[in-house]
């Protein structure tokens, strides 16, 4: 079997996807999720004008060997850019090889070591109350799980709340210019913990509560707020800092026993070694689309597996649906599954990429499709085109850029 085409695909159907489709010579088709939020048309130039030409003429089922020669074949190696194009590469050729065996990839993964993935959602509120009704939204939905974002008195915008509606869904900021959002760290310090407590009182102790800092806290704010929390019992804290820097979690570490998340920004498992060999998280985040696909994030997962560290696939819905169905395959297959993140998506998105995995009592499943189950309408795409659309940035009351 030999990859005759590679097509890479942009749409919008509310946000912005990119997604390739890679055909064989024996008509078989696999695709794979591209999409890196804001800065999409870069990874599109990577594929199309660097990636694509290489692929024709090669064999579909030599995996590891086409992932290692995008790799190391670039010299230039890391960085979102080249690792969104490889994973789009990796999930396309587990697609064909899946479908060409006629099983789901999960199957071919080591099969299921588990009935149903369990997830977490979403609940924002401006304040308190309306954290407390959202809450209450994402119970009646099925989570099992809920992670909990509030606005913080005397900001306007913050990470988690602005960007999304009442029902949580997100709103989505496609203009030319990316949205300025405020910050006050001792604000925020001295909010999170009445939020915990609110929430706790509401809804009782054993509602696995999560929490996300988006990298904005130096180590000994991130070990003071992991301490405030501690009374709380959160499911973790995520991104407390910016963990690029992999030693500042050691003072974060020793000062406190709420279990860390961290890494929905990396894109090797080179992020990771100091984190896991010194088991200085519970958690590793990374999503497929970002982290080179398949096969790496699976390697990461066994690494993490020896440090008693699980799997939390990061899962916005700006990773499309192709992107999302590998992470469910990967989540039932593997021994050291932790959590599914998953907000869905529109049903216009549905539309475009008809997904067989199914969401149903805050359970995530699969399906029995072969391949990884996701099939484009390339028609539905092209009638929603790119639209430009940034992340926000996020400033101090002076004006000074901070963290988002
Ligand atoms: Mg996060």
């Not at 159907?13 to 939020?37: M, Q, S, Y």
């Not at 959202?134 to 005397?154: D, F, N, T």
């Not at 899962?315 to 649906?321: A, K, L």
Request: proline residues 6%; hydrophobic residues 40%.
């Amino acid at each position: 079997m030999k990859i005759v085409d590679a097509k890479v695909v942009v749409t919008s159907p509310g946000r912005n996807f990119v997604t390739l489709k890679l055909t064989t010579d024996e008509g078989l088709t696999g695709l794979g999720d591209a999409t890196l939020n804001g800065r999409e048309l870069a990874v599109v130039s990577y594929l199309t004008d660097h990636v694509a030409p290489l692929l024709i003429g090669l064999d579909p089922h030599r995996i590891e060997d086409t992932w290692q020669s995008l790799y190391r074949g670039a010299y230039w190696r890391r960085g979102p850019v080249t690792m969104a194009a490889i994973a789009a590469v990796d999930v396309a050729l587990w697609d064909i090889k899946a479908k060409a065996a006629g099983l789901p990839l999960y199957q071919l993964l080591g099969g299921a070591s588990r009935e149903r993935v369990g997830t977490y959602g979403h609940a924002n509120g401006r304040d308190i109350p309306e954290l407390l009704d959202s809450v209450r939204a994402r119970l009646a939905e099925g989570y099992p799980a809920v992670r909990i974002q509030s606005g913080i008195p005397g900001l306007k915008a913050v990470y988690g709340v602005s960007d999304t509606d009442e029902t949580g869904a997100p709103v989505l900021h496609q203009q030319a210019r990316p949205l300025v959002e405020d910050w006050d760290t001792a604000a925020y310090l001295r909010h999170v913990p009445t939020v915990f407590e609110a929430v706790r009182a509401e809804f009782g102790a054993e509602l696995p509560l999560l929490h996300d800092s988006h990298h904005r806290l130096t180590p000994v704010q991130a070990a003071r707020l992991g301490k405030d929390l501690e009374p709380y019992r959160p499911f973790w804290l995520e991104d407390c800092t910016p963990a690029e820097n992999q030693e500042a979690l050691r003072l974060v570490r020793r000062s406190t026993t709420t279990p860390l998340a961290v890494g929905e920004v990396f894109n090797t498992v080179y992020d990771y070694q100091t984190l896991v060999t010194e088991q200085l998280i519970d958690y590793v985040r990374s999503a497929v689309t970002h982290f080179g696909g398949v096969t790496p994030l699976r390697k990461l997962f066994d690494f993490a597996a020896q440090y008693q560290i699980k799997s939390a696939i990061h899962g916005p819905e700006d990773i499309s649906p192709v992107g999302m169905a590998a992470a469910v395959h990967l989540d039932l297959a593997v021994h050291n599954f932790g959590i599914q993140e998953y907000s869905g998506h529109t049903p216009l998105t549905d539309e475009v990429f008809r997904h067989a995995y199914t969401f149903s009592d805050g359970h995530l499943h699969p399906g029995e499709a072969p391949g990884i189950g996701v099939e484009l309408d390339e028609e539905l795409a092209a009638a929603h085109p790119y639209a430009a659309a940034y992340l926000p940035v996020n400033r101090l009351h002076d004006g000074t850029v901070h963290d988002w």
